[in-house]
């Protein structure tokens, strides 16, 4: 019963901030590391961040970094997703998933396992 709810998506101004949240439910939250994909119309679903389940260090993909910061609340079983700056192609898809108790990069989506509906983030100029 493994169950991943996004929110906080919505219409955002170029320059914005947005937080997504994604509530986890179904398993020990802890004891997995969890990482926000997206994907806009046409194009693959890209890696966006993800935090280390053992230390909670954090990887960003290249165009986010100093823009958005990837959280966790273990008492809440939600990861967030900070968003500041906001640019007109982050208007994505945005998923939320966790991250499989196996090595694997954390950077590739073929390494997550459980997958939320995703939440919209559109962005205009």
């Known amino acids: 019963q493994v169950q991943l709810v996004e929110s906080g998506g919505g219409l955002v101004q170029a320059g914005g901030s947005l937080r997504l949240s994604c509530a986890a439910s179904?398993?020990?939250?802890?004891?997995?590391?969890m990482g926000w994909f997206r994907q806009a119309p046409g194009k693959e679903r890209e890696f966006v961040a993800s935090?280390?389940?053992?230390?909670?260090?954090?990887f960003y993909q290249d165009s986010v970094k100093g823009r958005f910061t990837i959280s966790r609340d273990t008492a809440k079983n939600t990861v967030y997703l900070q968003m500041n700056s906001l640019k007109p192609e982050d208007t994505a898809v945005y998923y939320c998933?966790?991250?499989?108790?196996?090595?694997?990069?954390?950077?590739?989506?073929?390494?997550?396992?459980?997958w939320g509906q995703g939440t919209q983030v559109t962005v205009s100029s």
């Open positions: 935090i280390r389940w053992s230390d909670e260090h954090t």
């Open positions: 179904g398993f020990t939250f802890s004891f997995y590391g």
């Open positions: 998933a966790r991250k499989m108790n196996a090595p694997g990069d954390y950077e590739d989506r073929s390494a997550y396992d459980a």
